[in-house]
């Protein structure tokens, strides 16, 4: 059974940082794409950053030079370093692995993050 466990998200003040994690099991980790996603309330959920299984790592425009995605293959983790946090970075952010070949995705469900004074 495959699971993605999101954790770390919380209340911040605008301007803050904070550290979300993935946990994955049940998937040969290391050859999959993760992303993290967000949803706000009322929009559609959007990517935020990904990173490949070689490592390359790709950014929404409004997560460039503010937020960092890495693995961990070693412990099947992927987190998202967000900094310079802003009142619009408030949304439910959600793990999520592809894997083309596979024609797989799974998603986790989610964690809540609100960047508000």
């Known amino acids: 059974q495959v699971q993605l466990v999101e954790s770390g998200g919380g209340l911040v003040q605008p301007g803050g940082s904070l550290r979300l994690s993935c946990a994955a099991s049940?998937?040969?980790?290391?050859?999959?794409?993760m992303g993290w996603y967000r949803q706000a309330p009322g929009k559609q959920r959007e990517l935020v950053a990904s990173i490949t299984s070689g490592g390359t790592t790709n950014y929404a425009d409004s997560a460039k030079g503010r937020f960092t995605i890495s693995r961990d293959n070693a412990k099947n983790t992927v987190a998202l370093q967000m900094n310079s946090l802003k009142p619009e970075d408030t949304a439910a952010y959600y793990c999520?692995?592809?894997?083309?070949?596979?024609?797989?995705?799974?998603w986790g469900k989610g964690t809540l993050v609100t960047v508000s004074s």
């Open positions: 999520n692995s592809k894997h083309w070949l596979l024609n797989t995705m799974y």
């Open positions: 049940g998937i040969t980790f290391s050859i999959y794409e």
